[in-house]
């Protein structure tokens, strides 16, 4: 299966300001996915990242406040935007070369908004 | 709306017991499942996967079922030990929806000695 390298690992930043998370996988990928973790809760997809164009994003979430970037098929990036203790969170970033043969998941962002 | 859930938010177990770990699914569509273990400070990890077209798929130690008629999913874990306390969670794919995976609820397994 993939390897994916997100960085960072941890954050604490202040509010209104912006933070970029990356995803670098070891292998082309089909499909990449951003999503959300807030403390003791399930993951909620956020997007879908797109090769070469706009990602594709969940009910709730915009583009505005996390912008989505995919140049290729082995990196992405997520910004969170304009940032509130509300985004406190973890942020994962998932692979899948198919979509049918086992999604993974990278050890996640953790993000601290004060 | 769509949605997977779980019906116990938390298991206690005893250590060589098995566990059993249950997920209801809304979306009969949905044609790919998939466990997921998450210990604390790391990502999901892959425990086991099972398509549509199965009723049971077993792996080593896990077992997982599905029940397309009642919409349901479940894992059993034999002979449980304490490196399986974790969260567990399901996950559903829907084949027409761009290959994305819907996370239901999460069990907390605690595993005593």
């Known amino acids: 299966s993939a390897v994916i390298s997100q960085k960072p690992s941890r954050d604490i930043c202040q509010r209104g300001t912006s933070l970029t998370i990356q995803c670098q996988v070891d292998?082309?990928?089909?499909?990449m996915f951003w999503y959300r973790q807030q403390p003791g809760q399930s993951l909620t997809l956020i997007a879908t990242a797109n090769q070469g164009s706009e990602a594709t994003y969940e009910s709730g979430f915009v583009i505005d406040k996390f912008p989505i970037s995919r140049p290729n098929l082995t990196f992405s990036t997520l910004t969170v935007s304009n940032m509130s203790p509300e985004d406190s969170s973890i942020y994962l970033c998932s692979v899948t070369k198919t979509g049918a043969d086992g999604y993974t998941f990278g050890s996640g962002t953790r993000l601290t908004v004060v | 709306g769509e949605s997977v859930g779980l019906h116990l938010p938390t298991l206690s177990v005893q250590e060589g017991d098995n566990s059993i770990i249950n997920c209801a699914y809304s979306?009969?569509?949905?044609?790919?499942f998939i466990w997921y273990k998450q210990e604390s400070g790391k990502g999901p990890q892959f425990i086991i996967d099972i398509r549509s077209n199965m009723d049971k798929r077993q792996g080593q130690r896990v077992t997982v079922l599905l029940n397309k008629t009642v919409k349901h999913l479940s894992l059993q874990i034999a002979a449980t030990q304490p490196g399986d306390s974790a969260v567990y969670f399901c996950?559903?794919?829907?084949?027409?929806?761009?290959?994305?995976?819907?996370f239901g609820q999460g069990t907390e397994l605690s595993v005593k000695p």
């Open positions: 979306n009969s569509a949905s044609d790919y």
């Open positions: 292998s082309q990928v089909t499909m």
């Open positions: 996950a559903e794919n829907k084949g027409n929806q761009g290959g994305k995976l819907i």
